[in-house]
Structure formats: C-alpha cells, structure tokens
C-alpha cells in the first residue's frame, strides 16, 4: 500500500477532495508509537539496576551517579535535537534518533564496568534527546489547534508512560519472571523494537500536511485553521522583554522540579521493590508498573481537562495553572499517605494514583510550550526540557545521598516536598506570552494569546 492510499473515499461518492483524508490519525499514532518505545527503552535502566547492584557490578552511590548521567547528556542534546528538527524536520531526526538509541540500549548486556556503564548512560541521553523536541514540532504542524492538548497529553504522557510501565513488564515480567531469560538477552530483544520503528517511521511520516502525498487540501486546511502558516524564509523574532524571561523563568523551575522528582519513579521503584519488600523478578515487573500506568491514564485525562477548562473558564491561563499546581499538590498528599502502608502492594496502589495526578500536568506542559513558541515550538521545547534533564541529573546523586541517608521514607517524604516547589512555579506561568514572534504584515502571532472564548451550556 502506498502512503497516497490512506485518503479515506466518501461512501456516498462525493468528490473526495472536499472530504478531509485522514493521514493525521496516522501520523497521530506514529508519534505515539515514538513516544511509547522511547519511554520502553528509556525506562529499561530502572529494571536492570536492582541485579547489576546484586551482582555488585557497581555500588549504589556508583548507580545514583549513573542515574543522572543521562539527564547531563539528554540536557545538553535539547536545543541541538530541537534545532534539528525545526530545520531538518521530524522526518530524519527521528528514525536517526531511533537507531541510536536502540543500539545503546541493549549496550548494558556487553558491559560490566562503572565505566562502561557511565558511556552508555550518556550515550542514551544525546542519543534520546531529539525525540521530544521533534514531537512537540509534530503536534504543532499537524494536530489542528482546538484538540491539540487532548492528543499532546496522549502523546506525551499515556503513550510515554505507558511505554515506561511496560518496560518493566516486558523485560522483568514477561522476559525474565516467565519466559525465564536473563535480564541481558531480555534487553537486547527489547531494544530490537526501535529498529523496527525507525523503518515504519521513514516510510510514512512526513514534515507537514502540504508535505505528504496522501494529504488533500480539506485535510490540510483542517489542520491550519487558526494557525499562521510560517515559510521557512518567513523571519521569527524571540521576545526576551522582562515579563517573558521571569515567564520562562517559572516555566524553567516547574520542568527543572517535576523531573526531578520523577526520578523516583524512573529509577528507584523497581529497586525499592527489590530490596526493601522482596518481590521477584516477575512480581517487580508487575507492580512497578503500576505508578506509571497512573501516570499515563493521568496525562490521557489531563489533555482533555485542559481542553475543557480552556473552553469552560475562557481562560487559557488560569485553566493550565489550576491543572499544573493543583494535581501536584494532591500528589504530594498521596505519596506521604503510602507510607502509612507496609504492604507493598498498597503502597504500589496509593501510588498508582499519586502519579495519577501528577502525571496530569504533563499535557499542560507541552500545551504551554506551543503556545509560547509556536513555529519555534521545536526550539522552545529544547530549552525547556533541558532545563528538566538538569533536574533528572541532579535527582541521580540526591536521591541517593537521602536514600542512603533517610531510607525509602525520608526519599517520599522528599519527593513530596519537590511536587509542592512544581506548584509554586506553576502559579508564576503565563501560557498566553509569546516568547516567539513572527514578523509579518499580520498581527495574529502577536506578543499575546487572546484567552479563548467561554464555552456555551
């Protein structure tokens, strides 16, 4: 089948090019697909981590190093992997990006030293880095602006996270819990998926609607509706007024506080299952899961939210606010209420919904970074997201220190104090200031987004 065969035919015999094609619901599933296998492989090093500290391969302050080498490196390669994609586009950025990680990830079953650890955890953050960027470019050229932060919140957070809790099924569960294998020939096998994907990928994705053969003009004009189309000979202008830097100031303390405490749940649950409850290899890999399916229900529900509230309240501003902070707030409450359990089981229950609503502020993030940089989209989440892989590398030593310190309570004592900083950043962002302006005859891209208008009951 080629690409120009998913144009969908009017069963009634219009003419098909006044009907809308529907390639954007393909393209809206290969960028869920990126998004689920990056979060699989990404999440990989959580499951393997409790057997390489078994098999004293390296020390847990050694592990709490490697740990946040990979935001070090994935902090680095945001605004290049964002900067590629505006200018090369999704097209190649991602299927390179795929091979390259694909590979690191099955690296750990051929390595055995601290150092050898070290290279690969950097080589997985470079390797990793454009794929976010070059998804938020995705959905702002071809999610059409009214559904845009119900599909990001897909995206980014159901697909990603559901790929992170499947890590840990497929490779502890699955692979090593039934099928008996070890934990190396379980990642290799794993990591041979993103290959797979990077040919799918090629093959049927394209920079933007007018781009792709399968697009007709309904479709295409569907897609644009409210949007200014920006050439690539069209100059952008950056806004850094005093109002915009202490904007993205906030915006840079909630992404920098919110990925930091995602680390525990990244690196540190499998482990806790491990050592501090017992569990095996496949009873790790089942409950582990659990937070992070949370979590993607969360981001799933959290785009809509977003989309309704913007419609109900007609405050854009506001409505990402309430969202951002307060589900926070309620994580924080729920992670301290865990450890009123010893059953880890129910602690693994309590936090199912803990990331729940954590998780739901992460649609309001990408919604926020589209709103702001808008053709620099790509760009913008660079900056942004390398401010959070800051957060993930500085989580890696200090969760460790106050795990060794503290133990596992004073680590989700900690962890709740960070979901509470996330809030009070939130509570300084505006989503409705461009930081990116475009230079043109029009004023529709001006320094402002107009709050939308109140939905009709």
């Not at 960028?31 to 020390?59: C, F, M, Q």
């Not at 202008?237 to 990925?259: M, P």
């Not at 569990?279 to 993607?296: D, K, R, V, Y």
């Not at 954590?358 to 808008?374: A, K, L, N, Y």
Request: hydrophobic share 50%; glycine share 12%; proline share 5%.
């Amino acid at each position: 089948m080629s690409i120009s065969e998913f144009s969908a035919v009017p069963p009634d015999g219009t003419n098909q090019d006044s009907q809308p094609t529907n390639v954007r619901w393909v393209i809206f599933g290969l960028a869920s697909l990126a998004s689920y296998i990056n979060y699989v492989h990404r999440y990989s090093w959580g499951v393997i981590k409790p057997y390489l500290l078994e098999d004293g391969v390296v020390t847990e302050e050694e592990v709490g190093w490697l740990d946040g080498l990979i935001g070090l490196s994935y902090g680095l390669g945001q605004f290049p992997g964002g900067l590629a994609g505006d200018l090369l586009g999704p097209h190649v950025v991602i299927p390179i990006s795929a091979v390259l990680w694909s590979i690191v990830t099955a690296a750990p079953a051929v390595v055995s030293a601290f150092s050898g650890l070290a290279t690969i955890r950097l080589a997985m953050g470079l390797a990793q880095a454009p794929c976010y960027p070059c998804l938020g470019k995705i959905t702002q050229s071809w999610v059409p602006r009214a559904i845009r932060t119900s599909q990001q919140g897909f995206i980014s957070s159901f697909a990603g996270r559901a790929g992170g809790a499947c890590s840990s099924l497929i490779i502890g569960t699955l692979l090593m819990g039934w099928l008996g294998m070890t934990w190396q020939t379980g990642l290799v096998i794993t990591a041979s998926a993103g290959i797979v994907f990077a040919i799918a990928f090629a093959l049927l994705f394209r920079n933007s609607p007018r781009e792709h053969p399968g697009v007709n003009d309904a479709e295409a004009e569907m897609i644009e509706e409210g949007e200014m189309v920006v050439t690539a000979n069209q100059p952008i202008r950056w806004d850094w007024s005093d109002a915009n830097i202490r904007n993205i100031a906030a915006f840079f303390g909630a992404s920098f506080s919110s990925t930091f405490a995602d680390n525990l749940f990244v690196f540190w649950m499998p482990t806790f299952l491990v050592q501090a409850k017992g569990f095996s290899p496949a009873e790790m890999g089942l409950f582990a899961s659990l937070p992070l399916f949370g979590g993607a229900l969360g981001g799933l529900c959290g785009g809509f939210l977003n989309d309704w509230l913007i419609r109900t309240i007609g405050n854009r501003r506001w409505a990402r606010r309430l969202i951002a902070g307060g589900c926070k707030v309620i994580a924080a409450v729920l992670i301290c209420c865990s450890l009123l359990f010893e059953d880890g089981q129910m602690i693994m229950g309590v936090l199912f919904f803990c990331k729940f609503f954590s998780d739901m502020s992460q649609p309001t993030w990408w919604g926020t970074v589209t709103d702001i940089g808008g053709p620099a989209a790509g760009r913008v989440f660079g900056m942004v997201n390398t401010v959070g892989a800051a957060g993930l590398f500085a989580a890696g030593p200090i969760m460790a220190w106050v795990k060794t310190e503290y133990g596992f309570d004073g680590l989700f004592y900690f962890v709740a104090g960070v979901y509470l900083v996330t809030t009070a950043c939130w509570l300084n962002v505006d989503c409705t200031r461009r930081l990116v302006v475009v230079d043109s005859a029009s004023d529709w891209w001006s320094s402002t987004l107009p709050d939308d208008p109140v939905e009709e009951t």
